[in-house]
Nanobody
């Protein structure tokens, strides 16, 4: 009944930028919290950034100062602007929405490599 559709992943060189987007649709109410998680090969899924409906943000220390999360509440859409990308940012990035039930997107690959 709920679908999260992600887009914007791809291959970039170190120092480059990408902008991810995720739109929630279906029976979900406007999520209280939306965010991004990532999972690199051989590693556990980890939080990247979250944002509440009121605009409060939370970032992993590893991305602070480089990534910016934002949302459009009317469209149930969350964005992740990723700048100064590093090879260690390479992972599958998953969109998450909580209302308070948790919903996940399909994941989008971000690869940072020369």
């Amino acid at each position: 009944q709920v679908q999260l559709v992600e887009s914007g992943g791809g291959l970039v060189q170190p120092g480059g930028s990408l902008r991810l987007s995720c739109a929630a649709s279906g029976s979900i109410s406007r999520p209280y919290t939306m965010g991004w998680y990532r999972q690199a090969p051989g590693k556990q899924r980890e939080l990247v950034a979250t944002i509440t409906i009121g605009g409060s943000t939370n970032y992993a220390d590893s991305v602070k100062g480089r990534f910016t999360i934002s949302r459009d509440n009317a469209k149930n859409t969350v964005y992740l602007q990723m700048n100064s990308l590093k090879p260690e940012d390479t992972a599958v990035y998953y969109c998450n929405a909580r209302s308070p039930g948790a919903y996940w997107g399909q994941g989008t690959q971000v690869t940072v490599s020369s």
